[in-house]
């Protein structure tokens, strides 16, 4: 069990999983060295880490769009595909749903590889039974965006301010640049090391710490490189993990999907097809039908749904062993 402290921390490292001990430490009023101390034992026991990956829409030459993917199969093939979905480069996250039957996938797909990847590999597993593809329009809320009740809105801010959302979406359509080769080996590094220091960096690419630092900064604020402290919501205290779905009024479709992004139990809030899909964490089911049917009365919203998840496979790229977050190997 986490105390308030360690808390604290992890709600910190989730809106900025690069922010220094010392940065925390003011946030939270407390000594560096103590949160320092509590901070390194966390990413050690796994309860949380720090991965960062470039957004494939940076790398690609060839066009990638981001995808919402349903898979639907037999019970007892979930497991097996939920593992094959995992260890695909091209997956995000994935998770199986209890409200029915089906794995739920975010991933990015080249457009000439679609067909290929629905109809040639994933249709030929066993137990497969439906597929459904649909695009990612846009995002209201990332998952470094989450602001659980643990910190102020003040602290969350004075962390770091809030990734742009829609950078994930329209990465290219901004006409924004492929990462050039110092960039590439910046993000493979950051890969390896997600709270590798700015002074490791610098020796690892052969450059001056401003130089490395002013880099990292701008892949950072221009959605090249994500950062993600990686968790599992139990952890501080919302187990309950579901994902909604909200049919809107086209009219009332941005406000909708602003809303439910500043919502404190909300992971992620994204367009996906004309409706909103939001990854929630609640502290209990109680707390989870409260926000559902302050949702419900929200202007515009036609209708809102919910299916728990039943497991997680993969979270921000990292694949899960045995249901479980596997800890960053040391260095």
Not at 152 to 169: M, R, V
Not at 181 to 199: C, D, M, Q, V, Y
Request: glycine share 6%; proline share 5%.
């Amino acid at each position: 069990m986490l105390d308030t402290l360690d808390t604290q921390i992890v709600a910190a490292l989730i809106r900025n999983g690069r922010a220094p001990w010392r940065l925390i430490a003011e946030v939270l009023e407390q000594q560096e060295r103590t949160v320092a101390r509590r901070g390194n034992r966390l990413l050690a026991s796994g309860v949380v880490r720090v991965q960062s990956f470039p957004s494939p829409a940076a790398i690609s030459v060839v066009e990638v769009d981001l995808y919402m993917l349903r898979v639907a199969a037999a019970p007892s093939a979930i497991t097996a595909i939920g593992t094959w979905l995992s260890e695909r480069p091209e997956t995000h996250w994935v998770s199986a749903l209890a409200g029915a039957s089906e794995c739920i996938v975010e991933l990015f797909l080249e457009r000439e590889a679609v067909s290929g990847f629905l109809h040639g590999e994933l249709a030929a597993l066993d137990g497969i039974q439906n597929l459904s593809l649909e695009p990612i329009f846009e995002y209201y809320r990332t998952v470094s965006g989450w602001r659980p009740d643990i910190l102020t809105l003040d602290q969350y801010q004075t962390l770091s301010s809030s990734e742009l959302p829609h950078l994930a979406t329209r990465y290219t359509e901004l006409g924004m640049p492929l990462l050039d080769e110092p960039n590439r080996a910046l993000a493979e590094l950051l890969r390896a090391n997600g709270r590798i220091t700015i002074e490791e960096l610098a020796a690892g690419l052969g450059m001056s710490k401003p130089t490395a630092s002013r880099r990292l900064e701008t892949l950072i604020a221009d959605g090249a490189v994500y950062v993600r402290a990686i968790l599992d919501p139990a952890s501080i205290g919302y187990p309950v993990e579901g994902l909604l779905s909200v049919h809107v009024q086209a009219a009332s479709l941005e406000a909708a999907g602003l809303y439910l992004a500043n919502l404190p139990t909300t992971r992620w809030a994204a367009n996906v097809s004309g409706r909103i899909l939001v990854q929630t964490a609640a502290r209990s089911l109680a707390e989870l039908r409260k926000v559902m049917e302050d949702i419900a009365a929200h202007a515009g919203v036609i209708d809102v749904d919910v299916s728990l998840f039943a497991s997680i496979f993969k979270r921000s790229t990292v694949v899960y062993q045995n249901g479980k977050l596997p800890p960053a190997q040391a260095g």
